[in-house]
């Protein structure tokens, strides 16, 4: 994943958070608002990493890890990845990032395909992804016609 700078960040909803005494004890947090995603898929070859994205949807403060001590984002985005022989799948990722300690970002969710063109036209699938960022592993099943 490379952050495309060319697209403004992603304002995370719930930030900043105040004491009671109206003091920040979390700033105004964002994330990634659209990047360019590059690796290899076992049913895709390489990536076309300058037709391969991701944007952001909307990002919010999980409130309720906020109240066990716990900085922990929850954001959706939606994804295009182009295969090298240019046909491309449509996801969307639903994703959890623990910012507790920020040396150690812990990425986690999950995705499904809602479309795509050439081979795989008509796809379906899922399947989880984790890491610690700014990389992560995807694993899941699709299905496609052709």
């Known amino acids: 994943m490379t952050s495309n700078n060319d697209v403004p960040r992603m304002p995370v909803a719930g930030t900043p958070v105040l004491n009671s005494s109206g003091e920040v004890v979390i700033p105004q947090l964002d994330l990634s608002g659209a990047a360019w995603l590059a690796g290899h898929a076992t049913h895709m070859g390489e990536l076309i990493a300058a037709q391969s994205y991701m944007t952001g949807v909307h990002a919010e403060l999980d409130m309720v890890a906020l109240s066990q001590g716990k900085i922990v984002l929850v954001a959706e985005y939606e994804a295009l990845l182009t295969g090298d022989?240019?046909?491309?799948i449509n996801l969307i990722s639903n994703?959890?990032?623990d910012s507790t300690d920020p040396s150690n970002r812990i990425?986690?969710?999950d995705w499904y395909a809602t479309?795509?063109?050439?081979?795989?036209?008509?796809v379906t699938g899922s399947g989880v992804l984790n890491g610690i960022l700014p990389c992560w592993d995807v694993d899941g099943t699709i299905a496609f016609s052709r």
């Open 95 to 97: 994703i959890r990032i």
């Open 107 to 109: 990425i986690t969710g």
């Open 85 to 88: 022989n240019g046909d491309h």
């Open 115 to 122: 479309g795509g063109s050439g081979n795989f036209e008509n």
